[in-house]
């Protein structure tokens, strides 16, 4: 198992104990790794726990070397969360519109926000949700049934003021799959 695959299996949780128990088992694989050609060591470790966003595990490994000397190598494995609002997402442009569109391509008649997810009624012949009927109640009014509805995804906090509730789902009375 790699390194970035021991890290990996271990963050599932977000568990601070077993992180930092995945960021050891990180310095411990880098150990195993290096070539042991004579004696070795490592230092005990240390773990930072910044009480942000940050946590970090430092160890140095000391290769005996058949001069006499100590190759040494610092290890540090560390995991720094964030918040990624996917700002190129929203805010930009597809550089490919004629394949996909970003909701910021979107033509505002064709966008559909419903509780915060961001929809768009395709051109009306690639059959989004597999061409599933849906009716749609727009607040300004409008009605719309589509077979071409897309599904962008739930919108970041940060751009929902960008792109607010503009409609809702009507439930459909009748078949959802067939001929409208």
């Not at 077993?18 to 310095?27: H, K, S, T």
């Not at 000391?62 to 929203?90: C, H, L, N, P, Y």
């Not at 926000?113 to 849906?134: A, K, L, Q």
């Not at 049934?145 to 439930?171: C, M, S």
């Amino acid at each position: 198992m790699s390194v970035n695959d021991e890290i990996e299996s271990a963050l599932t949780d977000l568990d601070a104990a077993q992180i930092r128990d995945a960021l050891w088992r990180g310095i411990l694989a880098v150990g195993d790794a290096l070539p042991k050609p004579g004696s070795h060591s490592r230092t005990e470790g240390a773990y930072v726990d910044d009480g942000t966003d940050g946590r970090t595990y430092r160890a140095t490994f000391g290769i005996g070397q058949d001069d006499g000397t100590d190759r040494k190598f610092e290890v540090t494995v560390s995991v720094r969360e964030s918040v990624d609002s996917k700002d190129d997402f929203w805010t930009q442009h597809s550089p490919s519109p004629d394949i996909y569109g970003l909701p910021a391509d979107v033509e505002p008649g064709r966008r559909v926000v419903v509780d915060g997810e961001h929809f768009t009624i395709g051109p009306g012949d690639s059959g989004g949700y597999g061409g599933r009927r849906f009716d749609v109640e727009f607040f300004d009014g409008r009605k719309v049934t589509t077979r071409d509805l897309w599904h962008q995804g739930v919108i970041p906090p940060k751009h929902r003021e960008r792109y607010p509730d503009n409609a809702r789902f009507v439930p459909v009375e009748g078949p959802t799959w067939g001929e409208l």
